[in-house]
């Protein structure tokens, strides 16, 4: 479907849940998420539902993502009945890979093509603080289960926050020298969590600078794609906040508790919980067209409007 913009609107995020295991300091509170009840958050069978409207009005690709979408324990099903959908041709997920190794084969199984996980420091100390909760060798093997379970695709996510992880852009681009990962640098949202001061919010240039051997290979959707030479993966820049890509924004997400965002930064929602096939579908139809053209600049002192934490979104 083309929203009134004239847009082309084919890619749904699904957050499924917006608990989490982790506690990264960007994108949630430390005590975790207010207690929602069962019924305020979206049925298996409602989330399939939306996933055939969707496919209905010309999305072709889904992204699972939360909270951490593999602590939902119907995981699995949800993304094989996804994938069985006429129309859905892309499946994927984006996790912090603690659970992979349990999981990816059944996932790969179930369908989903590909996987990103969210990896920000090689440290085992910053690791430990980022996410308030993690481990590293955790996420290390769960990318280690990635790639035995054979996705097509693997990527790493990496949110680049100065004073925090800009000495590591070297240690951790090198990733992609030997294995056929894509390691993307995301430079950092200012969301509700208020843990970072001005000197976070670092442009992605400041990767360019750091490995000028880099080769720009083109554009992959809204990433700038690099590649170190000999090198079997490549490096994406996404710029969400020195460069928002608004004017070519293919998107919209639906939160766990049933709320379509047309628009990440943006608090304008939808609910679709509770409703009948048909009533769903003109919600659907309604946040599609009415997609918000842009959403204002973003910056350390210009929070988003979006009005929730990213856990509660999906990313
Ligand atoms: N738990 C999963 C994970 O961490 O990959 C999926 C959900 S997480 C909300 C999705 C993505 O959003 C992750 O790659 C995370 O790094 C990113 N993210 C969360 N908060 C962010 C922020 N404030 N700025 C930039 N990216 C953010
Ligand atoms: Fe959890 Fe992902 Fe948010 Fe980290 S970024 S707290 S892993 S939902």
């Not at 640098?185 to 000197?199: Q, S, V, Y």
């Not at 304008?268 to 769903?280: A, P």
Request: hydrophobic share 40%.
């Amino acid at each position: 479907m083309i929203d009134k913009f004239g847009r082309q609107i084919t890619y749904l995020r699904i957050s499924v849940t917006d608990k989490c295991n982790l506690r990264c300091r960007y994108c949630m509170p430390a005590d975790g998420v207010c207690k929602k009840q069962h019924d305020e958050m979206l049925s298996e069978d409602e989330i399939i539902q939306a996933a055939r409207i969707a496919s209905e009005l010309g999305i072709n690709k889904i992204r699972i993502t939360g909270g951490e979408p593999l602590v939902k324990k119907n995981i699995v099903s949800i993304c094989k009945r996804i994938a069985r959908l006429d129309g859905i041709n892309d499946i994927a997920i984006t996790t912090n890979a603690v659970l992979l190794p349990d999981k990816a084969a059944m996932l790969r199984d179930a369908g989903v093509r590909r996987v990103n996980i969210s990896l920000d420091t090689l440290d085992e100390k910053k690791y430990a603080d980022i996410t308030r909760l993690g481990r590293l060798e955790d996420a290390l093997r769960g990318i280690d289960a990635a790639l035995d379970a054979g996705f097509e695709k693997i990527k790493i996510n990496t949110v680049l926050i100065g004073g925090f992880n800009d000495d590591e852009i070297e240690r951790l681009a090198a990733l992609t020298l030997d294995k056929d990962i894509d390691l993307r640098f995301i430079e950092l949202m200012p969301m509700l969590t208020d843990e970072f001061d001005a000197k976070a919010f670092v442009k992605n240039d400041i990767v360019l600078d750091k490995l000028p051997e880099l080769s720009f290979e083109g554009m992959e959707g809204v990433s700038r794609m690099y590649r170190l030479p000999h090198a079997k993966g490549r490096i994406g820049l996404i710029s969400p906040v020195s460069c928002a890509f608004c004017a070519e924004c293919n998107r919209i997400r639906l939160t766990a508790d049933g709320k379509l965002k047309p628009c990440l930064h943006s608090k304008e929602e939808i609910s679709i919980k509770g409703l009948s096939y048909d009533e769903m579908k003109s919600r659907f139809i309604k946040a599609i067209f009415d997609k918000p053209e842009n959403h204002k600049e973003l910056s350390a002192e210009s929070i988003s409007d979006a009005d929730r934490n990213m856990n509660q979104i999906g990313g």
